[in-house]
């Protein structure tokens, strides 16, 4: 048996033979919020809030901020195979459903070369425009829109 895997073996049979475990539950901590203030378990919950209604587009609170989905996406279906916001935002489309177009930054690859189709970065649409709901923010914050976006 080779050195370092003998040793790993000798530390994970001393650990169990001491009888270290998880701390019980009573010693659990609650959870909070990075400022450290506690957050309500019923504020975590699926569920707990609504969709906003449809509604037109969203303004930007900073800039380079991706733009927020104003509609329901539930449903949509984005995968490797199918973009179903395409249907809406594609350049081709987007005049006669009267959507935003999808901007030309999503044409690019990493290096900053055209490309004729939507970039493999920019394909999943969810990972950075969302869509907005009803929740409230879990602990109170004092944020401000950016100068430049008045």
Known sequence: ???QTRNL????????GL????????????????RGADVAENDLQVGN???????APIERDFVQQPPLIPHKIE?????????????????????ENGATKV???????????????????????????????DAKPLVANSFRRAEGMR
């Open 1 to 3: 048996m080779k050195k």
């Open 9 to 16: 073996v000798l530390a994970m049979v001393a650990a169990l």
């Open 49 to 55: 809030f609504r969709l906003m209604p449809d509604q």
């Open 75 to 95: 449903g949509y279906e984005v995968t490797i195979n199918f973009n179903k916001c395409m249907d809406c935002h594609a350049w081709s489309r987007y005049r």
């Open 19 to 34: 009888g270290l475990a998880l701390p019980p539950a009573s010693m659990a901590q609650a959870v909070q919020s990075i």
């Open 103 to 133: 901007s030309l930054t999503h044409f690019k690859d990493r290096d900053g070369g055209e490309l004729s189709n939507i970039s493999p970065r920019r394909y999943f649409c969810m990972q950075c425009h969302v869509p907005q709901t």
